[in-house]
């Protein structure tokens, strides 16, 4: 089955421990991206990646990390988390850039709680 | 900032009738937009996509373009309670290599 796997679903940590938010799709698609959903804010993107070693900003990246060593993989790297990063986040990942009109696969969520 | 608004509703309409969902846009460059829909609790699932000014139809689902209003509309025909749920704007910007999100609209469709 097609699909974008993300782990763990849900999260509770403490401020501070290093944590990482595996992303995985068996579609072969290039572009894979990281968003976070808060109430009122809406989807906001983190990170994306057009391919593998290459990854760029979203418009709130600022408390994470990303890396694309294999197309596949897209993990999301919280070095120092802290409460204002407690949020729903979704992986999602498309055959191409949305600029070819490919819409997103998304993973099924990670709830992310931290105290 | 790329901007994409929409309405958050709610927006209710009786089951059978026709459900318009809105959105409109900041950047004159975007080139793809898109429709998703999203249960409570779930994640967002792709309805369609447009990126040519006018109609495109799916099933029960409509999707119109106007570029030079920097407005994307969604239609749903002879709506269901099963198409309760919120429904994502999202817009593609070629300039910040971006696809930018409204915050939803959420749409109850009433027995």
């Known amino acids: 089955e097609a699909q974008v796997t993300q782990n763990p679903r849900y999260l509770i940590t403490v401020t501070g421990k290093k944590l990482t938010v595996t992303c995985s799709q068996n579609?072969?698609?290039?572009?894979m991206s990281w968003y976070r959903q808060d109430p009122g804010l809406g989807l906001r993107q983190i990170y994306y990646?057009?391919?593998?070693?290459?990854?760029d900003k979203g418009d709130v990246p600022e408390g994470y990390k990303v890396s694309r060593k294999e197309k596949r993989n897209f993990p999301l790297i919280l070095e120092s988390p802290s409460p204002n990063q407690t949020s729903l986040y979704f992986c999602?990942?498309?055959?191409?850039?949305?600029?070819?009109?490919?819409?997103?696969?998304f993973g099924s969520g990670t709830r992310l709680t931290v105290v | 900032q790329k901007e994409v608004e929409q309405n958050s509703g709610p927006l209710s309409v009786p089951e059978g009738a026709i459900a318009s969902l809105n959105c409109t846009y900041s950047?004159?460059?975007?080139?793809?937009f898109f429709w998703y829909r999203q249960y409570s609790g779930k994640s967002p699932e792709l309805i369609m996509s447009i990126y040519s000014n006018g109609d495109k139809e799916d099933g029960r689902f409509t999707a119109q373009l106007n570029k030079a209003s920097q407005y994307v509309s969604l239609l749903i025909r002879d709506s269901q309670p099963s198409d309760s749920a919120t429904y994502l704007c999202?817009?593609?910007?070629?300039?910040?290599?971006?696809?930018?999100f409204g915050s939803g609209t959420q749409l109850t469709v009433l027995p």
């Open positions: 950047d004159r460059g975007s080139q793809s």
């Open positions: 999202a817009v593609y910007s070629g300039s910040a290599r971006q696809l930018t």
């Open positions: 579609m072969n698609h290039e572009y």
């Open positions: 990646s057009m391919n593998v070693e290459v990854t």
């Open positions: 999602a990942s498309s055959p191409y850039t949305p600029a070819d009109n490919y819409g997103y696969t």
